[in-house]
């Protein structure tokens, strides 16, 4: 025990040399030795920690622990840091508590066993620890808000993006539309010119044949050739009221005006200007009980749909046939029906009828466009009604157009 007196030179010499606090302990827990750094750090005088319980140095807490600890340490004698990865305290002299790293070195003097205890005060570095467990805490806090603000700003872009997607999307769609148009117009243009040929040199010619008949006893001849150019000049009129009215459809719904009309001044119209186009023995059918019919649609269309469809009943019936109209109105609605003992239209044909400059194969030696019931349909559709047929070939067909007349 002598050998750690203080002033014992050897040990004096290096106990005071170093900046950790030394404690030397003897097998019985009982302090032989401390450093001045140790007794300053736990608040004793120089003197006072020499044969005092180590006890004395630990929080009450911890003593029970500690002492399983030291009796497993004497027993395997091995250098090492004390309760690595815990946090260790010590007791000074005032019963205040604080942090402390300690390391162990057992050795051995003169027959008896020892631990040398280096002990360092580590409440500054706790201190600093727990500091930079702050700060960490508050900059982990503070990159979650930023990582909260770039998840709504990403949000928020995709957003934006979508919104910018929409917009051309509906851009690309209208300038589609646009090009579609134009396309149209360009082929319907080629097409009307085309069709504007026949007829046109029909009545060049019945008007030069006029010009012939100059004679009395030559009337029929003359009544002939006014009759082709009148009906002629219907064709001619026909074409340029389908090409108006696809100006008018691409406008959209609101270019329609319902009014209240009379239904047999619309159908007394039609049959008019159709009796001008029957084929020697052809005649028209139609109802005469319909004189106080008032019904509300846009007459121009329900004018539009019935001259398109008596046009076609007479254009594609041979000579002496009937073309039936028959006219139904139940309740809110009216039926249109036109009956016909034509051509026909061939089965395989029949699903595309409706389609723009769709002609069947069996038409295609007579003037047309394909061009009349694709306007009528949508038109139809349009003010929402229904268009529809049945057809057999060399038999006839039945075109029916199904319209709301109510306000
Ligand atoms: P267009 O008569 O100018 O060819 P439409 O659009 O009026 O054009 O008719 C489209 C096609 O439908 C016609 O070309 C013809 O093949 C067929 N079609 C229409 N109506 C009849 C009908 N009453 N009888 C036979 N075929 C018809």
């Not at 070195?105 to 020892?114: A, D, E, H, K």
């Not at 503070?142 to 872009?157: C, F, N, Q, Y």
Request: glycine content about 6%.
């Amino acid at each position: 025990m002598h050998v750690f007196d203080r002033n014992s030179n050897i040990f004096n010499l290096l106990s005071e040399a170093v900046s950790e606090g030394i404690l030397v302990i003897n097998k019985e827990q009982v302090i032989v030795s401390a450093n001045s750094r140790a007794s300053e750090m736990f608040g004793y005088g120089p003197t006072e920690l020499r044969g005092k319980s180590l006890n004395i140095l630990i929080p009450e807490t911890y003593r029970k622990s500690h002492d399983k600890y030291i009796t497993g340490y004497h027993k395997e004698k091995n250098r090492r840091l004390m309760a690595e990865g815990r946090n260790l305290y010590g007791l000074r002299k005032n019963d205040e508590e604080f942090p402390v790293e300690v390391g162990l070195n057992p050795f051995s003097l003169y027959g008896n066993t020892y631990v040398m205890a280096l002990v360092v005060d580590v409440t500054e570095r706790r201190k600093n620890e727990k500091e930079i467990l702050e700060l960490n805490k508050n900059l982990e806090q503070k990159i979650k808000a930023r990582i909260g603000e770039l998840r709504d700003t990403v949000a928020e872009l995709k957003r934006e993006i979508k919104r910018r997607k929409e917009a051309e999307a509906k851009i690309q769609g209208a300038l589609k539309k646009e090009k579609e148009l134009n396309e149209l117009k360009t082929k319907f243009l080629s097409l009307v010119s085309h069709e504007f040929k026949t007829p046109l040199s029909g009545i060049l010619t019945s008007a030069t044949l006029i010009g012939k008949y100059t004679e009395d006893g030559q009337e029929e001849k003359r009544e002939k050739h006014l009759k082709t150019i009148v009906a002629e000049v219907q064709h001619l009129n026909h074409i340029l009221t389908d090409f108006l009215s696809v100006e008018r459809l691409e406008k959209g719904k609101e270019m329609y005006k319902l009014t209240k009309f009379s239904l047999s001044k619309v159908v007394n119209e039609v049959v008019y200007n159709t009796n001008m186009l029957l084929k020697s023995g052809q005649q028209i059918r139609y109802p005469q009980n319909v004189d106080d019919a008032m019904v509300y649609q846009d007459e121009k269309i329900v004018l539009l749909a019935l001259t398109n469809l008596l046009y076609n009943a007479v254009k594609y019936s041979p000579e002496d046939t009937e073309v039936d109209l028959q006219i139904e109105i139940i309740k809110d609605k009216m039926i249109l029906r036109v009956v016909d003992q034509g051509i026909g239209i061939p089965k395989n044909d029949q699903k595309h009828i409706f389609e723009r400059y769709f002609r069947a194969e069996n038409v295609l030696l007579t003037q047309g466009t394909g061009i009349g019931l694709n306007i009528v349909k949508s038109h139809i559709d349009n003010l929402g009604g229904t268009i529809y047929f049945e057809s057999t070939e060399n038999i006839g067909s039945t075109f029916i157009v199904e319209l709301p007349i109510k306000q």
